[in-house]
């Protein structure tokens, strides 16, 4: 059974930074595109960021990029997420996801399965 656990969510001031990594097993983790979402309170599950199974395509979601950077490593099968000059706003659950399949693009991220979360807190 396929599995993603999220580590690293904290809390933060403002223009600090946060490193998010998730662990995937159960299954083959070069076939998934790998990806994360956050959810603020009262608010829907949104799009952060995403990566193709071999790294060579990245996409960001206009409020984080040039802030966040998506990565992963196939040989540990993680994938993590650098979060650079944080904002309140930032505040959130921000979840891992897969996608199965060898796409040659990130997106569309349409998740297969989801990790459980991990909490971001950002102050001003």
């Known amino acids: 059974q396929e599995q993603l656990v999220e580590s690293g969510g904290g809390s933060v001031q403002a223009g600090g930074s946060l490193r998010l990594s998730c662990v995937y097993s159960?299954?083959?983790?070069?076939?998934?595109?790998m990806g994360w979402f956050r959810q603020a309170p009262g608010k829907e599950r949104q799009f952060v960021a995403a990566?193709?199974?071999?790294?060579?395509?990245?996409y960001y979601a206009d409020s984080v990029k040039g802030r966040f950077t998506i990565s992963r490593d196939n040989a540990e099968r993680t994938t993590a997420l650098q979060m650079n000059s944080l904002k309140p706003e930032d505040t959130a659950i921000y979840y891992c996801?897969?996608?199965?399949?060898?796409?040659?693009?990130?997106?569309?991220?349409?998740?297969?399965?989801w990790g459980q979360g991990t909490q971001v807190t950002v102050s001003s």
């Open positions: 990566v193709n199974w071999i790294g060579t395509s990245t």
């Open positions: 159960g299954g083959s983790f070069r076939s998934n595109t």
């Open positions: 996801a897969a996608r199965r399949g060898l796409m040659a693009q990130a997106v569309p991220f349409n998740p297969d399965y």
